[in-house]
């Protein structure tokens, strides 16, 4: 048994645990390990809630290769809040302020703002039923506009339906659009997080209209539940939002855990928010 450093990482609220591996033999056993001991590595360790776990490892043309697991230890191809929080870590060890991070879903390029934020692109987003991966036959109706995410009526229990918007960030979204901010827990989150419509499960956030370019969201990710915010949802309610025509090219995200903003003006998106670092950690793998 070996013991790595790890760190806390997180943004907006939505934290992981991170192991930045300089040895390749490390990140070997973390990529090996963590489908199966994600669960306990996140319980083991004190100070508030953990969604996840987050390698990052040196690679060639990128500053870090991400790798992303959820709190059930399933692999999340892309995290906004992880990428964000992942720079501020390698600002810490490398002093780089601008570079490129590498997911399972894109190339990402990160940088700070003058007022501390840090800024991630993520890719432009994918409205292909295979590539989100959506079975369209699995939805009580489905419409696709060309160029614009496919509008859902799923059917969840007990003769409810949702009525939804599906689109890929490099990972599954499922957005949900409400007139209201909702209250308690979250209407049929699991059963659509596990709906046939989508086989590889699918991120869904409840978004609402606060006012012209703005929204209130709350996610519960695959994976991982609800949590304080979702990077990848804002920017998939931020498209969808844009469909609807509740913004421009730009839009912020409340979230409980923190606003963010995503911009839209360019071929790829850009996250940008808040993100910090924090206590150190011990993981024995
Ligand atoms: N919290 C993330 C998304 C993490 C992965 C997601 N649960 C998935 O399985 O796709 C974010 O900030 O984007």
């Known amino acids: 048994m070996e013991t790595v450093d790890a760190v806390r990482g997180e943004g907006c609220g939505n934290a992981y645990l991170f192991v930045d591996a300089a040895a390749a033999h490390v990140a070997d056993r973390v990529r090996e390990l963590a489908p199966s001991s994600t669960p306990r590595w996140i319980a083991g360790v004190g100070g508030g809630r953990l969604d996840g776990v987050i390698l990052l490892e040196r690679a060639r043309d990128v500053v870090r290769q991400v790798t992303v697991w959820n709190a059930d230890g399933s692999r999340g191809e892309v995290c906004g809040n992880g990428l964000r929080a992942a720079a501020v870590l390698v600002r810490s060890v490398d002093g780089v302020r601008a570079g490129l991070l590498a997911s399972d879903a894109a190339i990402h390029r990160f940088g700070f703002e003058d ?86 499960r699918v991120n869904v956030s409840y978004v609402w209209r606060l006012d012209a370019g703005r929204i209130g969201q709350r996610t519960f990710e695959r994976g991982s539940g609800e949590t304080a915010a979702c990077g990848s949802g804002a920017c998939a309610s931020a498209v969808v939002a844009r469909h609807l025509g509740w913004c421009d090219d730009r839009l912020v995200v409340e979230q409980p855990g923190g606003t963010l903003e995503i911009r839209l003006g360019g071929d790829a998106l850009e996250l940008v928010g808040p993100a910090t670092i924090g206590a150190r950690e011990s993981l024995r793998l």
């Not at 060309?146 to 339906?161: H, I, M, Q, S, V």
């Open 115 to 200: 007022d501390g934020r840090v800024a991630v692109s993520l890719p432009p987003p994918v409205f292909d039923a295979e590539r989100i991966p959506l079975d369209v036959g699995s939805a009580a109706r489905a419409r696709a506009d060309e160029d614009a995410p496919w509008e859902l009526l799923l059917a969840t229990a007990e003769g409810r339906t949702a009525r939804g918007y599906a689109l890929s960030m490099g990972n599954p979204h499922l957005v949900v659009p409400l007139e209201h901010a909702p209250v308690g827990v979250l209407p049929d989150a699991a059963l659509l997080e596990g709906h046939a419509a989508f086989p590889e």
